[in-house]
């Protein structure tokens, strides 16, 4: 097929989470020749250990578009994003828009491509908390109601999109991106020597990360937290990747020196994906609010205490090894879990490293050949 008559896709990369989600998937597409990929680049997350670094370890070449929006309140960062893009669309007019997860720049994008009638698909569609207090289910729900094709990760994906009024012909169970990311590089996970290097055994420590504005932008939450973390690291060691968001809110609340000075907390700056994931790997259990995380400890069978009134993934929970748990609940659930009593997960359906694949087929699918 000569080169200007392919389709055009743009891929939205943005913040943390989204570029572990498009590195499998901008792989998969730009191996195909039915069709040609472009990758833009948000800004919203701009520090090297929050978006070069993760270029780098995937692969990905430099973005096509870089939009340099960074940081602001929600409608600014939405506003930023929308007027950039926007100038992208319409110098390029793409026939696809992908969208993925629930960040800001997730939802910015697909309001623009919408508006200029530019189809959207949405990976890692139909989740949903009841939670509206969470921005990130706001963007949920406003992304799917703009997207064309809707990608889902698990069965209760495809009910809340029905349940909304989605027809069943936009709406394909592809299984769980996260997992291909980690698929992806588990060879170079496995041999990283980052958990060695800071001196523990396997399954001799706890990490914990934590940004959620519910969890840390609220003195007195993120205050008992901090308590509880500090009584928790008396039975196991922590290791807390401390997000840029969170340290900022410790020093304002006074909370930070307690956690630094804490002999068994070691605070380290937020760390690349196969660090991470080295140190996930041979942990003996996560503390997190994050979503990613719930799933790829269910996938590796490492007991998860998730610090959140609710789950958009449920699957976790009922299929994983995750449990919801309030603040003041985390010493009570590390002592279930050192003593060894723990849900083991099952294997969850399509979670298995093969999205990228089934993802793409899709696409192609839906694509009209002009
Ligand atoms: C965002 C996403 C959240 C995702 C998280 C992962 C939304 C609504 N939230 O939250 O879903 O789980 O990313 O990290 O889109 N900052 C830096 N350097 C950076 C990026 C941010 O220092 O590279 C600081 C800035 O001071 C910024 C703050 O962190 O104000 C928060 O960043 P922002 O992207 O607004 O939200 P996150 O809390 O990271």
């Known amino acids: 097929m000569p080169e200007t008559t392919k389709p055009l896709i743009h891929l939205i990369a943005a913040a943390r989470p989204n570029f572990m989600k498009i590195a499998p998937l901008y792989h998969q597409l730009a191996r195909e020749d039915w069709c040609t990929v472009q990758i833009i680049h948000t800004g919203q997350h701009y520090d090297p250990n929050m978006s070069a670094d993760f270029f780098r370890d995937f692969g990905l070449p430099e973005p096509d578009h870089h939009l340099d929006v960074g940081s602001g309140s929600h409608a600014v960062q939405t506003a930023k994003v929308m007027l950039a893009y926007e100038q992208v669309c319409l110098e390029q007019r793409p026939d696809w828009l992908i969208v993925v997860g629930d960040v800001n720049s997730t939802v910015a994008c697909a309001l623009v491509a919408a508006k200029l009638h530019i189809p959207v698909a949405h990976l890692e569609a139909g ?151 080295n140190l996930v790997c041979d942990a003996k259990l996560l503390i997190t609010d994050s979503g990613g995380i719930q799933e790829e400890t269910s996938y590796l069978g490492i007991p998860c205490l998730t610090l959140r009134d609710n789950t958009e993934r449920p699957i976790t929970i009922e299929m994983g090894t995750n449990k919801l748990v309030k603040p003041g609940q985390l010493t009570d659930s590390v002592a279930e879990i050192l003593r060894g009593n723990w849900p083991g997960g099952k294997a969850i359906p399509l979670w298995d490293g093969k999205t990228a694949g089934r993802v793409a087929a899709s696409l192609r699918r839906h694509t009209r050949q002009s």
């Open 127 to 277: 989740l949903r908390s009841g939670d509206r207090e969470m921005p990130e289910e706001i963007n949920r729900i406003v992304t799917d109601a703009l997207s064309d094709l809707l990608w889902t990760p698990s069965p209760d994906g495809d009910e809340n999109l029905l349940r909304e009024g989605k027809s069943k012909d936009q709406v394909d169970r592809v299984g769980n991106i996260m997992i291909d990311s980690f698929e992806m590089l588990k060879g170079r996970i496995s041999e990283d020597t980052t958990r060695a290097d800071m001196g523990f055994e396997p399954g001799g420590y706890a990490l914990v990360t934590m940004h959620r504005p519910s969890n840390v932008d609220d003195q007195s939450v993120l205050q008992v937290i901090v308590e509880q973390l500090i009584e928790v690291s008396g039975s196991v060691p922590l290791v807390l990747p401390l997000h840029p968001r969170t340290r900022k809110q410790a020093e304002t609340f006074g909370l930070l020196a307690g956690i630094e000075n804490a002999p068994n907390i070691n605070v380290i700056e937020p760390i690349a994906y196969i660090q991470f994931m």
